[in-house]
């Protein structure tokens, strides 16, 4: 089944399982850099709390994916993706596509990535002991998923200018200095970005924008806001227009997004949709949660009650 097969439906709560809680861990070994440290010091809190665990090393891209698609769903009672959002993109796309039984098992998340945007989103520090606590003890809720040409987001699906930042961005360099290389791309690209227009269809309505990002999750790139009411358990998207093309635009947004003043810029919209069309220059890159997913033209819509994610517990 590929995730556009997928079909909504209804997830019960999680009841505690007998005996001790046992955990498949889905590692990717090179996530952030390689953060071996914070992996371990987890690891040692969940073994001492008494957790069964089985890990799952990844050696290249795509193997995050096929281990969640092959889940029986009496493998685990939890789900844990270490790793950044490209891991947990894997991760996703894996467990609706899963048809071995394990696609509602609960997933929690060990956060050893860059950025770590869908860590920011559960209010889930990286401290190990943070992160220990909610894989043992979190409870899950069903969330929303967004899915762009086939592919599952988590966060967000992004046209333009963004997108040509993440499909540029050199993986060796991200490892080296993190998000600098983020911000090292973005400036080559303002540089040699043509900034073409694009057609986008949200729920029927047709728009005009320089860039689009249908937001699942309204953190962005770390702790920036780009969707100030997208919310994980709102069954809708919500869409970021950028208005105005051209250099000084894009380094307007950019600054606007750093100083959390983008919604406040007229040429700066959202639209709440459920379904939503990207038409462009042909093959242009479509970004979904900071890795390239499709490319255009995007067949966006959102996935409700998609995924059982683990949530911090209340203190
Ligand atoms: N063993 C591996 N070797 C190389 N690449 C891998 C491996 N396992 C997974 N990947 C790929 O590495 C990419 C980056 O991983 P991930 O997003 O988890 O970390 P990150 O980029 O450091 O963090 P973030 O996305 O939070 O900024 C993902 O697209 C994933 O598919």
Not at 132 to 152: F, H, K, T, Y
Not at 165 to 190: H, M
Not at 225 to 242: I, K, M
Request: glycine share 10%; aromatic share 6%.
């Amino acid at each position: 089944m590929r995730p556009s097969d997928y079909r909504p439906r209804f997830f019960p709560p999680v009841s505690p399982a007998a005996g001790p809680l046992r955990l498949r861990i889905i590692h990717n070994p090179t996530a952030g850099g390689a953060r071996w440290r914070r992996y371990g010091a987890v690891l040692e809190r969940l073994d001492r709390a008494g957790a069964r665990i089985e890990e799952l090393a990844t050696g290249r891209r795509g193997d995050a994916e096929a281990y969640a698609a092959a889940l029986a769903r009496d493998d685990c009672d939890r789900l844990v993706v270490a790793g950044g959002d490209g891991t947990i993109n894997e991760a996703i796309n894996g467990l609706l596509a899963n048809q071995a039984g394990g696609r509602t098992i609960p997933l929690a998340i060990l956060p050893l990535g860059t950025a770590n945007v869908l860590a920011q989103e559960i209010g889930l520090s990286t401290r190990p002991a943070a992160v220990a606590r909610m894989i043992l003890q979190g409870a899950a809720r069903p969330i929303a998923l967004g899915e762009a040409n086939g592919r599952a987001f988590t966060l967000m699906a992004g046209v333009g200018f963004d997108a040509h930042v993440v499909a540029q961005v050199d993986g060796r360099l991200k490892k080296r200095i993190g998000k600098l290389a983020y911000v090292w791309q973005t400036l080559r690209q303002l540089a040699v970005y043509d900034f073409p227009l694009y057609r986008v269809t949200v729920d029927g309505e047709v728009f005009t924008a320089a860039s689009a990002v249908a937001c699942n999750a309204h953190f962005y790139g770390g702790r920036y806001v780009l969707a100030p009411d997208a919310l994980l358990d709102d069954p809708s998207l919500e869409v970021c227009l950028f208005g105005r093309t051209g250099r000084l635009h894009a380094v307007k947004y950019a600054a606007a997004l750093l100083l959390g003043l983008l919604p406040r810029l007229p040429d700066y919209r959202i639209v709440t949709g459920r379904q939503v069309s990207i038409q462009g220059p042909a093959e242009d890159p479509i970004q979904g949660d900071g890795d390239i997913l499709a490319s255009l033209p995007a067949a966006i819509r959102v996935l409700p009650d998609a995924l059982n994610l683990v949530f911090p517990p209340r203190r």
